[in-house]
């Protein structure tokens, strides 16, 4: 339920926020509530991806990218996450959402959101999403376009382009295991 709340307040008041540029950072001032704990009463390692979303709402919203997109019948949607924890966030602390975008490739966009609490990056939560259509995947390059163009990727940084191809090699390992038991089924 507080995730509900959270992005209805990202919706109400991204205007207030001012705009950013394709490529600005999205700062979110944000507490660790009681529905944001485990067991070990910090933070939930699954939470860190939802709060992440939150940030690419409000990037995706104050830079106009998400409004153009929807409107041409594009919905954003996650392809692979990854989450680095170097220390924990406690019951009630506030921390600072950083949100941006890191760049592009021909089909993928890459999003990097960082929690960071008295200047240390607690966590880093990286992800590759995409823009789909009724057709399809909409490459990167025709988004930016839409929003104006002019905008060009910034050189991706070596491990980003390096866990993206490890996420390439266990999507298709996954897709051969698929294959693999299909046939399997069919042989019966």
């Known amino acids: 339920m507080m995730m509900l ?22 700062r979110l001032a944000l507490r660790v509530w009681p529905g944001d704990l485990d067991m070990n009463l910090h933070m939930n390692n699954g939470r860190y991806f ?30 692979d996450s990854d989450a680095r924890f170097s220390s924990s966030l406690q ?24 929690f960071v609490r008295d200047g240390r990056v607690c966590a880093l939560v990286l992800v590759r999403y ?14 930016m376009e839409a929003c104006g163009g002019g905008e060009q990727t910034p050189t991706l940084p070596e491990w980003v382009l390096r866990w993206s191809e490890n996420q390439d090699r266990i999507s298709a390992m996954l897709k051969a295991e698929h294959a693999a038991a299909a046939a399997g089924n069919d042989a019966v």
């Open 5 to 26: 709340w959270r992005s209805l307040w990202i919706w109400l008041s991204f205007r207030w926020r001012g705009r950013l540029a394709v490529l600005d950072t999205s």
């Open 50 to 79: 939802s709060v992440a979303d939150l940030g690419r709402l409000d990037l995706g919203l104050r830079s106009g990218v998400w409004w153009k997109a929807l409107r041409r019948g594009w919905r954003p949607v996650a392809g």
């Open 91 to 114: 019951p009630f602390q506030t921390y600072e959402l950083q949100s941006r975008l890191l760049g592009w490739d021909q089909k993928w966009t890459y999003g990097e959101h960082r």
């Open 130 to 143: 995409l823009f789909v259509s009724s057709k399809g995947p909409v490459p990167p390059a025709k988004i």
